[in-house]
């Protein structure tokens, strides 16, 4: 599984790291690269106007996401962590701790947490669990919710 | 779109495993309202796959070689 990974609440900790550099074939090497969402932007929204589109959305997300308090893990994955130039949208995998109540959300980001609604809304393919249902495995829930792409790349 | 049977393999697997997730999620999530939201991204990709296994077996090899 390839994918990439920030620990949202630990920014800090990632804040100086860079982003992997791609294979020959356009994706990250397999496994999970912890990166801050400055670093990940500033190295791949980068090329066409359809990249920067794509890292405004995920920033918006990771904005909103962050906000609630209740993120323990974001995990970006799909096209947009590949050398494609052209993503449709950018897929992410958020891992909430076990106190989590959506009830508790509200506004804009309450719809991150409807898979329809982000989509429609953000352009993000959104997906998420409480920790503790993460199934078999925190690890094996995330890779596979991996990208529709079968070349995708994504998290740790 | 799935292209051959490696493919098709690959997608059943993966629609498995999110089944499991979900039935997992069903048990665990105490909360209706996340369990809703969460199982829903899950539950479109399940969608999404099932109707491309149903678009590759609707097709005969020949079929497939000749659209893809």
Same mark, same amino acid.
């Given at each position: ?60 997300v990771?904005?909103l996401a ?28 958020l ?13 804009e980001a309450r719809l991150l947490f409807d898979?329809?609604a982000a989509?429609?809304?953000f352009?993000a393919?959104v997906?998420w ?28 | ?10 997608? @059943?697997?993966? &629609?498995? *495993?999110? =089944?499991?997730? #979900? ?19 899950? @539950?479109?990709? &399940?969608? *999404?796959? =099932?109707?491309? #296994? ?15």
């Amino acid at each position: 599984m390839k994918r990439l990974e920030w620990q949202a609440m630990s920014a800090e900790i990632a804040g100086s790291r860079a982003v992997t550099p791609f294979t020959e074939t356009g994706d990250l090497p397999a496994g999970v690269h912890a990166v801050s969402i400055r670093e990940l932007v500033a190295q791949l929204a980068v090329g066409t106007p359809q990249r920067k589109a794509v890292a405004t959305r995920l920033e918006r997300v990771q904005e909103l996401a962050t906000a609630t308090g209740a993120v323990d893990r974001f995990f970006v994955f799909g096209s947009f962590v590949t050398a494609k130039p052209e993503p449709n949208d950018v897929d992410v995998f958020l891992l909430m701790n076990d106190s989590f109540d959506l009830g508790t959300v509200t506004g804009e980001a309450r719809l991150l947490f409807d898979h329809a609604a982000a989509q429609a809304y953000f352009g993000a393919s959104v997906f998420w669990l409480r920790r503790l249902s993460a199934f078999p495995s925190e690890q094996e829930a995330v890779a596979g919710s991996r990208a529709k792409e079968r070349d995708a790349a994504s998290s740790n | 779109m799935i292209a051959n049977d490696q493919e098709l393999k690959v997608t @059943l697997e993966r &629609i498995a *495993r999110f =089944q499991a997730q #979900v039935a997992h999620l069903r048990n665990t999530e105490s909360n209706p309202a996340n369990y809703h939201a969460a199982a829903s991204g899950f @539950l479109a990709e &399940i969608d *999404r796959m =099932q109707l491309e #296994v149903r678009e590759y077996l609707s097709l005969h090899p020949q079929e497939v070689s000749t659209t893809t």
